[in-house]
């Protein structure tokens, strides 16, 4: 494909304006080169151009495009608008939304040179992330995601009309509580299919009633019987343990009434769909970034932007991949546009220009040549604590200046366990990768019992890991939120090594049901 350069103009653009045809300009150059050069696989692109309050207002709802009504939402965007009129705060130049075709959003008052940059780095870096990574693949529908939004906001609306905002408004308050709860993060559970959402709604109702009665009828009502429902069998009966903490609260809450139930369902399936990107922030990034550092500079020498939008797009990339020092008061921790183009470029060094420690450290890749193929497998296969794993080299290592510090608590003293040296970079790497790692990141809590003949309590356990406990506070609250969805009490348990360290226990104040 030829680019689109208007007749008389050497450039695909000359100072920072631009309109519509430009932009079309713009973006069949960058398309050529992406496709062509780079190899990129992308789901159709719609461009929309926004202004600053609609970008703001994107922000405030989680960058969708379309959300149902919470007052946490406006909050968000009060926040936000007030920092960016202060001039405290910038916005970002584009957001990018995982669906097919790919939605992506840029500022209306970007200059060109930025919206060359936003295009390259968002309409085929992650759209192209988007649509190969096996995560995204095996998570999420981009087909249909725009459409369950639209549902889940007309949903959400008229359960408002008929239930009132204050009940619907409560309901989302403890479910937004406990999101981070309410993931599948294995394989047995297969992704939704969001295309049928709305039409299975009201069958989804009627079997739930169905073997929610089930379930709840069968239970023993005297006290002597409780010694035949074994715990085992309890268990299975409710597919105990279970991680998934709204799953599990909207097949078995005892009084939550359908539409509660759906509404849980529309958070943690947004929740699900966001899941992905939680562990593949650093490759996402690194990704888009490589394609644009890769594109922009390709323009450049093909002659078709200006010495000067080059030097503007040189200014724009130093400042998204600056990576402050750890005594910078702008220091907060490593920048994943910095590391993620830093190991993109070594990949591509390796396999075009590999010393005798990359020969030895990476065999399969090291001076295969095909720079480009190999990442885009990386791109595909890897997340981001994998991809650190297994692509961090020795000399990068070295060059970002990497080191391990290990520290113990009670002590207060700190000791240099690796530095960036042949014996300790396998443990700088393998410390690295698992700060990456969100199941390291997120409290392993799961729902181990339910006591279905006496109080119906909802024991839920906590395993302690590397020694970090539970902000009381916070578990306090949460908890508080889970046993008003339970509608009893519940306890969390805090173990290590099958020994009781802390409990949590709350009991409901104003329990969902029949509103």
């Not at 409780?226 to 009084?255: D, H, M, Q, T, V």
């Not at 943690?268 to 594109?295: D, S, W």
């Not at 080299?393 to 700190?414: H, K, M, N, T, Y």
């Not at 109080?455 to 908890?479: K, P, Y």
């Amino acid at each position: 494909m030829t680019p689109r350069i208007r007749a008389g103009r050497p450039y695909l653009y000359e100072g920072h304006e631009w309109d519509f045809d430009t932009l079309s300009g713009i973006y069949e150059a960058i398309e050529e080169v992406a496709h062509v050069e780079l190899g990129l696989r992308t789901f159709a692109n719609r461009i929309e151009v926004i202004s600053a309050e609609q970008m703001l207002d994107a922000y405030a709802s989680t960058g969708m495009p379309l959300m149902y009504n919470h007052w946490s939402f406006g909050k968000h965007f009060l926040r936000n608008e007030t920092l960016y009129r202060k001039g405290w705060q910038s916005l970002a130049f584009e957001i990018v939304i995982n669906s097919d075709p790919c939605l992506v959003y840029v500022m209306e008052e970007n200059s060109a040179t930025m919206q060359a940059i936003v295009l390259a780095h968002a309409a085929f870096g992650h759209n192209h992330f988007f649509r190969n990574n096996y995560l995204f693949r095996q998570w999420t529908d981009p087909t249909a995601i725009l459409d369950y939004l639209a549902f889940a906001k007309k949903y959400v609306a008229t359960c408002e009309e008929r239930h009132g905002q204050e009940a619907v408004e409560r309901l989302l308050d403890a479910a937004h509580a406990l999101t981070s709860h309410g993931i599948h993060r294995y394989k047995g559970k297969q992704k939704a299919d969001l295309s049928l959402e709305e039409r299975r709604e009201q069958e989804r109702q009627d079997y739930r009633a169905a073997v929610f009665n089930d379930l709840w009828r069968t239970v023993p009502k005297r006290r002597e019987s409780r010694e035949r429902s074994s715990r085992a069998r309890r268990r299975a009966l409710l597919g105990l343990p279970e991680e998934n903490i709204l799953y599990f609260l909207e097949n078995a809450a005892p009084r939550l009434v359908p539409w509660q139930r759906e509404i849980l369902r529309i958070v943690r399936t947004l929740a699900q769909y966001f899941y992905p990107q939680r562990q593949t922030k650093l490759m996402n990034e690194g990704c888009a970034t490589f394609v644009h550092h890769r594109i922009l500079p390709r323009l450049h020498e093909r002659g078709q932007i200006t010495d000067g939008a080059f030097m503007e797009y040189l200014h724009a990339h130093t400042n998204a991949v600056t990576q402050p020092n750890f005594d910078d008061p702008r220091f907060t921790g490593l920048n994943p546009y910095a590391l993620g183009l830093a190991m993109m470029l070594d990949i591509e060094r390796i396999c075009t220009e590999p010393e005798e420690e990359d020969r030895a450290v990476f065999p399969d890749i090291a001076g295969c040549g095909d720079a480009y193929g190999v990442l885009r497998d990386a791109w595909a296969n890897y997340r981001d604590e994998s991809f650190i794993a297994q692509f961090l080299s020795p000399r990068l290592i070295r060059q970002l200046r990497l080191f391990q510090v290990v520290g113990d608590s009670a002590e207060g003293d700190l000791v240099v366990s690796a530095i960036h040296d042949e014996r300790g970079y396998v443990q700088v790497r393998r410390a690295l990768a698992r700060q990456y790692d969100v199941s390291r990141q997120d409290p392993d809590i799961q729902i181990v019992d339910v006591d279905l003949v006496g109080d119906r309590e909802l024991l839920l356990r906590h395993e302690v890991t590397n020694g970090i406990a539970l902000d009381a506070g916070n578990a306090g609250r949460v908890l508080a939120h889970l046993a008003n969805l339970w509608g009893y009490p519940v306890r969390l348990e805090e173990t290590s090594h099958e020994r009781v360290l802390e409990t949590h226990e709350a009991q409901p104040t104003h329990p969902f049901g029949d509103q």
